[in-house]
């Protein structure tokens, strides 16, 4: 694994950001410790970005809206950079930004940067190294960060929870179930647009914004934002100049709400983190990878309650620590 070059990095070439990224991405124990520590040199240069979720069902138009929205940031002279939390990626391979032919025009532009979600590895993990990615991509200077999904489950919570900003794309027309949006991902969002609205769409389009501005009116929002919902065509493009009049109004609105949430989401991703090493640390370690599968049997054979249980595997843990006082 090539070192990363920090100048390079905080001069903000797409080359070092993407050499930064694979080393990120990288399983190796070695990695992990050299990507924690590119994390930390890269701390101080970061959170200087609007970090905004894009999510949808397949097929709504989240890549042309992507392009259309990305190639309308650069054009007002901002360097956007574009990421990916996909489930589905460890099971087919794939994944939603792997496609070359997707932004295409987008991906040409000097001021973007372009990278697919990370292949063959759980939600948790795939979210994680996005997670850090934002940071890099921070650190390397762009402006705006988009990170995307697919609106069909869990990874919508995950990308929530690493951003400022949440848009959830629809369908002009079809209601929600017909879309295969849960009413908790609605919850989710800060702003609904309608997309597709052009040509013999636009009037169903219209219809939908109405649709919808009736349906947030019922759900719980917390906060300094009511979402908003908007109609665009990411083909044509239209409307997506207003969507960001309204966007930077959100961040301007909610400036000190967004900075306390971004330590909050720190936090919880530390606690996360923490909670999933100590679990890998017991299943991995030889001394503790004993005791925990003595107390997993013991549970799985109903000889021990949970409680119990998990209580004993700590127990060398409390040992070791009482002993170093
Ligand atoms: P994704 O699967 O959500 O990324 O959707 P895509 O961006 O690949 O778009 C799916 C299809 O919808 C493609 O055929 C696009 O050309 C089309 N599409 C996307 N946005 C618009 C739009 O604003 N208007 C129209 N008419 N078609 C669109």
Same mark, same amino acid.
């Given at each position: 694994m090539p070192e990363v070059d920090l100048a390079a990095l905080f001069g903000g070439q797409r080359r070092a950001l993407a050499k930064a990224i694979t080393l990120i991405e990288s399983t190796q124990s070695a990695h992990r410790q050299a990507a924690a520590a590119l994390l930390d040199a890269c701390l101080p240069q970061t959170g200087g970005s609007l970090r905004i979720g894009i999510s949808g069902v397949p097929g709504v138009g989240k890549s042309t809206f992507i392009e259309a929205f990305g190639l309308y940031l650069i054009g007002l002279g901002k360097r956007v950079g574009v990421l990916a939390v996909d489930p589905s990626s460890p099971l087919? /391979? /794939?994944?939603?930004?792997?496609?070359?032919?997707?932004m295409e025009r987008l991906s040409r532009e000097d001021h973007a940067f372009i990278r697919p979600s990370p292949a063959g590895r759980s939600l948790g993990g795939v979210a994680n190294r996005t997670r850090e990615a934002i940071l890099v991509a921070e650190a390397a200077g762009f402006d705006v960060i988009l990170v995307e999904t697919v609106g069909v489950g869990q990874s919508e919570y995950e990308v929530h929870s690493m951003t400022d900003l949440f848009v959830v794309l629809m369908q002009p027309g079809a209601g929600d179930e017909l879309q295969g949006i849960k009413k908790g991902i609605l919850e989710l969002a800060d702003f609904i647009v309608v997309n597709k609205?052009? /040509?013999?769409a636009e009037r169903m389009a219209n219809q939908s914004v109405m649709h919808y501005k009736n349906a947030m009116g019922f759900l719980n929002h917390s906060g300094f934002w009511t979402p908003e919902v908007l109609s665009v065509s990411s083909l044509k493009p239209r409307g997506i100049d207003t969507l960001w009049t309204r966007i930077e109004a959100y961040f301007e609105t909610g400036a000190e709400t967004i900075e306390a949430r971004r330590t909050a989401q720190a936090l919880q991703w530390f606690e996360r983190l923490l909670n999933d090493q100590v679990a890998e640390l017991l299943k991995t370690d030889p001394t503790w990878r004993r005791i925990y599968q003595r107390n997993y049997q013991a549970v799985q054979h109903g000889e021990m309650a949970p409680p119990a249980a998990a209580m004993a595997c700590l127990d060398p843990l409390k040992q070791a620590l009482s002993s170093t006082q």
């Open positions: 087919h /391979g /794939g994944s939603i930004l792997g496609d070359k032919t997707r609205a052009d /040509g013999e």
